[in-house]
């Protein structure tokens, strides 16, 4: 007679999602460069062995020394190795955002009014205004065209548009960034 309970069953089962969970997350180390793994808050043993799978070619081997990346995960504080992760993976996740914005910005001028020609001015100053006209004024021009010619699908202007745009952010972003620094220094 075997006592097995469900209370027990269940514990099973969600120490194997734990454990798998684990030899996940430490297989997403293995995707790291050589700098993102030194910021990560692991022993000198995990650190070789993420190190030493890089030299493994055998599928099976490779297989077989995940599992063991996934034993020595369970000595590891998890949570401090996830935060890591969102430091590391935010500015990729905010260059998207950027980018998707862009997109809709520049879609909403093309289609839009003045009225988001005067948004797009208040949030970047900098912006030649007359070359931006121009471009919004050939981007629609080439939108209709393409709307009555359905052979013709470019987007030159569109991706002028765009390319204008991405510049004023970028542009935006590195004097927000110059201007955070030398808060840090006064402040430090």
């Known amino acids: 007679m ?37 910021q990560m808050p692991i022993d000198d043993v995990l650190r070789n062995a993420i190190k030493e799978a890089g030299r493994i070619k055998s599928r099976n081997a490779l297989k077989r020394h995940k599992q063991f990346i996934g034993k020595l995960m369970r000595d590891v504080d998890p949570t401090a190795i996830i935060e ?46 007359q070359k931006l006209r121009q ?26 548009l765009f390319r204008v745009l991405r510049e004023q952010a970028l542009e935006k972003a590195e004097a927000n960034k110059q201007l955070n620094d030398t808060d840090d220094k006064e402040q430090g």
């Open 2 to 38: 075997t006592d097995d309970t469900p209370s027990d069953e269940w514990s099973k089962t969600s120490q194997k999602k734990v454990m798998h969970d684990l030899q996940d997350l430490g297989v997403k180390l293995l995707g790291l460069n050589t700098k993102q793994l030194a």
């Open 84 to 129: 890591q992760f969102e430091i590391i993976e935010s500015p990729h996740q905010m260059m998207n955002k950027t980018f998707h914005h862009l997109e809709d910005l520049r879609e909403e001028l093309i289609s839009g009014g003045n009225d988001v020609i005067g948004n797009v001015i208040s949030e970047y100053p900098d912006i030649d205004k």
């Open 135 to 160: 471009l919004i004024k050939n981007a629609k021009k080439e939108k209709e065209y393409n709307l009555t010619h359905e052979t013709d699908t470019s987007n030159k202007q569109g991706r002028a």
